[in-house]
């Protein structure tokens, strides 16, 4: 559990103790009380702000109050030491032997340490990625892949009950330029020469096995027919080819969604001009003239009456075109029908990832989320700026596989899964990045893929080492949890477990924000951490983590470092990446 939230509600229940005992007037207000590392470690390990919430309710001078409240405080087993600073903040230092039941606690839960349930199982949408089905993942969708993914599992480790989720895209025009495409390499695997791809179809050696796949089918049933005839055909065909695509690019690194939702299916099943009945059921549809574009005014505008949404009555800048000039539908429109069906699906709470080129479309999908749901239902909307992908200082070269970009698989098989995945996350997702091959590969400190990595394989190599000369063939056979961690006692050793003990908070504090790139920030201090102690000891023989003299010691220091591993891999775990036993 989160100790922060543990001695908040151990300060609760003190308040609570001195309103009986009539030391506090009843009918305060306790829900602002909070517990925080404070700013300074030379100042303890907590700090509160109870005496400064309730003081002006209670009558009473803030530094008098917290005086009070700290002698409550100093009689728990647990606080050794207790100060007041400031107008009245409470700064409180813990036991040794508490920081010595918060590694028992790791060791006791080992990577399932930091689970919460701050999310009480409350339904999630996670969608992320849902690129056209067009051709492989590039490396643009490899940042929101990612994002999605580590804030998926951070949050059902915070306790969400999370979907994951694809989105279709495949009722568009570019659908009909696939399946174009695949008519030309489907002439081409039939004898048929083909000097340069048409401009507007798409080039990339990926549609050669689809134009193969289609004649090995049909033979030459569609050689002399009209595109009337092909195109529905080559489309759903060349949609599932390229989905097929898509999840081997996912799956590589690390990712299997649980829902896939076409938009077609949607559209074909009447849910478009459902979610128009419903806008109009709720007085949001009109048809009227739009001011023109803000700055400089297209060539091709002119007034025209449309059908729209009153996105302005949800906050957005303004109302938004629900069908296009021609009467079909916006893709706005088939958006608002998909949110709409996560909605009917029972997701209260949904979250989008989408790419930076999606900036202008965050209020207007907030406000029609709003506007279906009657405010019942809430959307967030996490944009991924871009990433510029460096190798041996120049930009990375486009791939002849995909035509024009670089892919995603070419990005895994460079680097790695694991280092794509760690390295997406160590900024915020809003952020431009740049992600260079060299750099991202090096063994050094200012890798952090590799820091955090070196950390683990540090651990595991002081515990085989142990387990040879303790003469035992795993380290369960040594049941740590159940030793004396008495000789746990240097600062530097305690500082390490109180880095530990933050993991549970980090886990809340972040799952709240949505930003699993926190956890690279939290790894890295506490591998930090970690490399500072094991410098240490090869100056001070007394801080070596083996000594073959003292098995009590030895064992005891053993417990830190299992204890320091068990965190890094439950870190490791949100990020999807997998710890490593060995560095070569």
């Not at 989160?2 to 300060?11: D, S, V, W």
């Not at 647990?78 to 007041?84: A, H, K, L, P, S």
């Not at 033979?219 to 081997?248: I, P, Y």
């Not at 406000?367 to 279906?372: G, K, V």
Request: proline share 4%.
């Amino acid at each position: 559990m989160n100790l922060f939230e543990i001695f908040r509600e151990n300060i609760v229940t003190l308040v609570n103790e001195m309103i009986e005992a009539q030391e506090l007037p009843e009918g305060l207000q306790l829900g602002r009380i909070n517990v925080e590392p404070p700013r300074d470690a030379a100042h303890g390990d907590l700090t509160t702000n109870a005496a400064m919430v309730l003081a002006k309710a209670a009558g009473q001078n803030p530094r008098q109050l917290a005086a009070k409240i700290a002698d409550h405080l100093a009689l728990l087993d647990t606080v050794e030491t207790v100060d007041i600073a400031g107008p009245g903040f409470i700064n409180f230092g813990l036991s040794i032997a508490f920081w010595h039941g918060q590694m028992r606690d790791v060791l006791e839960q080992g990577i399932a340490f930091g689970d919460s349930d701050l999310g009480r199982g409350r339904k999630v949408n996670v969608e992320y990625v849902s690129a056209n089905p067009t051709g492989p993942l590039h490396v643009a969708h490899a940042r929101g892949a990612v994002t999605g993914d580590a804030l998926a599992r951070l949050l059902k480790k915070a306790g969400y009950e999370v979907t994951t989720e694809y989105y279709i895209n495949d009722a568009g025009s570019q659908v009909d330029t696939l399946a174009r495409s695949a008519h030309l390499r489907y002439r081409e695997a039939l004898g048929e020469t083909i000097h340069a791809v048409p401009d507007g179809l798409y080039p990339g050696d990926y549609m050669m096995p689809v134009g193969k796949a289609l004649a090995e089918r049909d033979g030459d049933k569609w050689l002399h027919r009209g595109e009337a005839d092909w195109l529905a055909e080559f489309r759903t065909f060349s949609v599932a080819r390229m989905m097929d695509l898509v999840r081997e690019d996912l799956k590589g690194l690390g990712i299997e969604q649980d829902v896939f939702t076409s938009e077609k299916s949607l559209v074909d099943a009447g849910a478009v001009d459902d979610v128009l009945k419903t806008l109009e059921d709720k007085g949001l549809v009109y048809v009227g003239v739009l001011e023109p574009p803000k700055g400089m005014k297209p060539d091709d505008w002119e007034p025209r009456p449309q059908t729209l949404f009153k996105a302005t009555e949800f906050g957005d800048d303004v109302d938004r075109p629900l069908k296009k000039s021609d009467g079909s539908w916006t893709y706005f429109t088939n958006d608002i029908a998909y949110h709409l069906d996560k909605y009917r699906r029972g997701f209260n709470e949904m979250i989008d990832v989408f790419g930076a080129d999606h900036g202008g479309y965050v209020k207007r999908m907030k406000a029609a989320t709003t506007a279906i749901s009657g405010g019942d239902a809430e959307l967030e909307i996490k944009l991924c700026q871009m990433v510029h992908l460096m190798k041996d200082g120049e930009p990375m070269r486009m791939s002849k596989r995909s035509g024009n970009f670089v892919t995603l698989r070419d990005l895994i098989d460079e680097v790695g899964k694991d280092v794509v995945r760690f390295i997406m996350l160590t900024r915020k997702s809003d952020t431009q990045m740049e992600f260079d091959l060299q750099k991202v590969t090096e063994q050094s400190r200012d890798n952090p893929v590799f820091y955090v990595q070196y950390a683990h394989a540090r651990c595991c190599s002081v515990l085989r080492n142990a387990l040879e000369i303790l003469s035992v063939d795993h380290i369960g056979d040594l049941d740590l949890k159940n030793i004396s961690f008495a000789a746990i006692k240097d600062p530097a050793e305690l500082e390490l477990i109180r880095t530990m003990a933050n993991w549970p908070r980090l886990v809340e504090t972040a799952a709240q924000a949505q930003e699993p790139h926190r956890v690279a920030y939290y790894l890295n201090e506490l591998a930090t951490h970690f490399h500072s102690l094991w410098n240490k000891g090869k100056d001070d023989a007394r801080l070596r983590f083996i000594h073959e003299d003292d098995r009590e010691l030895t064992l005891a220091r053993l417990a830190l470092i299992q204890s320091v591993a068990l965190v890094i891999a439950s870190g490791l775990a949100v990020f999807g990446v997998n710890p490593v036993e060995e560095l070569r």
